[in-house]
T-cell receptor
Framework: AQSVTQLGSHVSVSEGALVLLRCNYS??????LFWYVQYPNQGLQLLLK??????LVKGINGFEAEFKKSETSFHLTKPSAHMSDAAEYFC???????????FGKGTRLSVIA | GAVVSQHPSRVICKSGTSVKIECRSL??????MFWYRQFPKKSLMLMAT?????????EQGVEKDKFLINHASLTLSTLTVTSAHPEDSSFYIC????????????FGPGTRLTVT
């Protein structure tokens, strides 16, 4: 069975500071990994995904994540936080592109002016 | 792009009534759609997998007679919450797999159901 652990249910950073949201996964097969962002009362928007190939994945809005197999991690980063980045972020894993996603519990990002 | 819509976006119903939620892929065909449920300040939990032309597959603990899923076409899946109770109040989100395109799963904007 697959699982996702997101360390920190709430992360607060200052505007302009580095954003680091942690995600560790468990999977018995090579994983497909995703990061989604959710704004209040809205659906999920895909930030980025890792399937195969390059382990450093760049996404939208300046976010990127690195797949580290040895650490079973897929942490999300952004060099400089913006107020508009304040939202809920979900890490998810799948064993293929055609199966449902298993989500972490989410991390709420607050950005302080 | 690939757009998935849900209708309604928000619904309030009385206890004991049934509510239908539609999930549509607007510009692509989706042989498979997934229905998730999200409790307040919680993650998304898979409820069922909906395949076009066949019966839905439900996750353990999800009552198939209560949450009726129909996937009648390649662009539409419906979730009907029957005999709704206040504990069914939640945010329901669907996602659609784009046919012939791996790793392409698109999420709808969600439906907020409140049962009074």
């Amino acid at each position: 069975a697959q699982s996702v652990t997101q360390l920190g249910s709430h992360v607060s950073v200052s505007e302009g500071a580095l954003v680091l949201l942690r995600c560790n996964y468990s999977s018995s097969v090579p994983p497909y990994l995703f990061w989604y962002v959710q704004y209040p009362n809205q659906g999920l928007q895909l930030l980025l995904k890792y399937t195969t190939g390059a382990t450093l994945v760049k996404g939208i809005n300046g976010f990127e994540a690195e797949f580290k197999k040895s650490e079973t991690s897929f942490h999300l980063t952004k060099p400089s936080a913006h107020m508009s980045d304040a939202a809920e972020y979900f890490c998810a894993v799948s064993d293929s592109g055609n199966t449902p996603l298993v989500f972490g519990k989410g991390t709420r990002l607050s950005v302080i002016a | 792009g690939a757009v998935v819509s849900q209708h309604p976006s928000r619904v309030i119903c009385k206890s004991g009534t049934s509510v239908k939620i539609e999930c549509r892929s607007l510009d692509f065909q989706a042989t498979t759609m997934f229905w998730y449920r999200q409790f307040p300040k919680k993650s998304l939990m898979l409820m069922a997998t909906s395949n076009e032309g066949s019966k839905a597959t439900y996750e353990q603990g999800v009552e198939k007679d209560k949450f009726l899923i129909n996937h009648a076409s390649l662009t539409l899946s419906t979730l009907t919450v029957t005999s709704a109770h206040p504990e069914d109040s939640s945010f329901y989100i669907c996602s659609a797999l784009k046919k012939r395109a791996a790793y392409e799963q698109y999420f709808g904007p969600g439906t907020r159901l409140t049962v009074t």
